[in-house]
T-cell receptor, first 115, second 110 residues
Framework: NAGVMQNPRHLVRRRGQEARLRCSPM?????VYWYRQLPEEGLKFMVY????????ESGMPKERFSAEFPKEGPSILRIQQVVRGDSAAYFC?????????????FGSGTRLTVV | DAKTTQPPSMDCAEGRAANLPCNHS???????VYWYRQIHSQGPQYIIH???NNETNEMASLIITEDRKSSTLILPHATLRDTAVYYC???????????FGAGTQVVVTP
């Protein structure tokens, strides 16, 4: 029973390029959450998705960032025209539901470095 | 969701119990207390959660005061691998995002 799979583990992009981060939730989990952790800072919620729907994107920057969770395939966090300030660890979590007894399972993260 | 207050850091000797306090004085009736930890650069790991009764699992025990305004996470026999940042979070039963604060940096020493 594989856990939450994120890839790539490390991603280097030049300023202005696009970054695509992928997250495959645990089997049977239809809820996906993305968090960002800037260097020396805490985890910040970005977006919550269910299959084909964005439920809460209150933590997403207004520009350049988007997320999707298609009917088939992994969830994708897309960052267009990356800047140095986007350098961070991006973590994905999944859960089978939103009730209290559903803890989140986190992936190992993608470390994005913008040069 | 209610806010939580944790000490920024604490040390613990290997083999001893680690008692991590958390204050959540504004917690409401439908909010649960969750504990997660993040070992350096890894993804956060779920530890335990509870509503009002004390809880225990293979990793830790959670003691919640009767008025629910504070709680304590207990690691019964700390090991070096328990060195991590520990986060206390309160969240409603229905959808409410997990909001991570600064947590407590726990360092277990030999």
């Amino acid at each position: 029973n594989a856990g939450v799979m994120q890839n790539p583990r490390h991603l280097v992009r030049r300023r202005g390029q696009e970054a695509r981060l992928r997250c495959s939730p645990m089997k049977g989990h239809s809820h996906v959450y993305w968090y960002r952790q800037l260097p020396e800072e805490g985890l910040k919620f970005m977006v919550y998705l269910q299959k084909e729907n964005i439920i809460d994107e209150s933590g997403m920057p207004k520009e350049r960032f988007s997320a999707e969770f298609p009917k088939e395939g992994p969830s994708i966090l897309r960052i267009q025209q990356v800047v140095r300030g986007d350098s961070a660890a991006y973590f994905c979590a999944s859960s089978p539901g939103t009730g209290a007894y559903y803890g989140y399972t986190f992936g190992s993260g993608t470390r994005l470095t913008v040069v | 969701d209610a806010k939580t207050t944790q000490p920024p850091s604490m040390d613990c000797a290997e083999g001893r119990a680690a008692n991590l306090p958390c204050n959540h004085s504004t917690i409401s009736g439908n909010e649960y207390v969750y504990w997660y930890r993040q070992i350096h650069s890894q993804g956060p790991q779920y530890i335990i959660h509870g509503l009002k009764n004390n809880e225990t699992n293979e990793m830790a025990s959670l003691i919640i005061t009767e008025d629910r305004k504070s709680s304590t996470l207990i690691l019964p026999h700390a090991t070096l691998r328990d060195t991590a940042v520990y986060y206390c979070i309160v969240k409603a039963d229905s959808w409410g995002k997990l909001q991570f604060g600064a947590g407590t940096q726990v360092v277990v020493t030999p």
